[in-house]
């Protein structure tokens, strides 16, 4: 069964403090990893999506990495405004736009 | 250009009801999919619409069901409401093509309260 593990659940960090979020997947024929940002009452909003083991994708502050198991978000010096809940998700071949999600990291960044 | 629409917002509802929830895509896109998002599951996959095809669909009781027209909008219904059906319904769409489909785009949801 396809399936996404994200963690921690929560993540608290200062301001200034890098960390990673992870994650974890099993997908029978992988098509490609989401990262979405999602904000309190806000739909999620598009941030990457990585096809291959190997791949590196960033965005400001935000750096995303692929492996054949795992992926990981890093954040460098997170501010404040980065505070959010972060999802992962698989798309599988043969599934056309299904995605499959992961429960979500909540980072909250403290000034 | 203008994000994914989804009307309405906010609604509530009493057991037993039913409710149609709506959703302009991005224009050009083709592909909309519905997700309903709660605390305890998350977000899961409800089904997905391509030239007025279902394409996909996942585990969820008939009482759910969708449509899309030929403009590429799409109205997804629950009859029949539960308690349990209180949650945020996301719309997303996709520049997709037949064999392939792209990154989903999100609207804001509509909140579905069932009294």
């Known amino acids: 069964e396809d399936q996404v593990t994200q963690s921690p659940e929560a993540l608290r960090l200062q301001e200034g403090e890098s960390s990673s979020l992870n994650c974890s997947y099993t997908v029978s024929g992988l098509r490609g990893l989401f990262w979405y940002r999602q904000d309190p009452g806000k739909g999620p909003e598009f941030l990457f999506t990585?096809?291959?083991a190997g791949e590196e994708k960033e965005k400001e502050r935000l750096k995303a990495t692929l492996t054949k198991k795992e992926s990981f978000l890093h954040i460098t010096a997170p501010k404040p405004e980065d505070s959010a809940t972060y999802l992962c998700?698989?798309?599988?071949?043969?599934?056309?736009?299904?995605?499959?999600f992961g429960q979500g990291t909540e980072l909250s960044v403290k000034p | 250009k203008a994000g994914v629409t989804q009307t309405p917002r906010y609604l509530i509802k009493t057991r037993g009801q039913q409710v149609t929830l709506s959703c302009s895509p991005i224009s050009g896109h083709r592909s909309v999919s519905w997700y309903q998002q709660t605390p305890g599951q998350g977000l899961q996959f409800l089904f997905e619409?391509?030239?007025?095809?279902?394409?996909n669909k996942g585990n969820f009781p008939g009482r759910f069901s969708g449509r899309q027209f030929s403009n590429s909008r799409s109205e997804m219904n629950v009859s029949t409401l539960e308690l349990g059906d209180s949650a945020l319904y996301l719309c997303a769409s996709s520049l997709a093509g037949r064999q392939v489909a792209g990154e989903l785009f999100f609207g804001e949801g509509s909140r579905l309260t069932v009294l």
């Open positions: 619409y391509f030239s007025e095809t279902q394409r």
């Open positions: 990585l096809y291959s």
């Open positions: 998700a698989v798309q599988a071949y043969n599934q056309g736009g299904k995605l499959i």
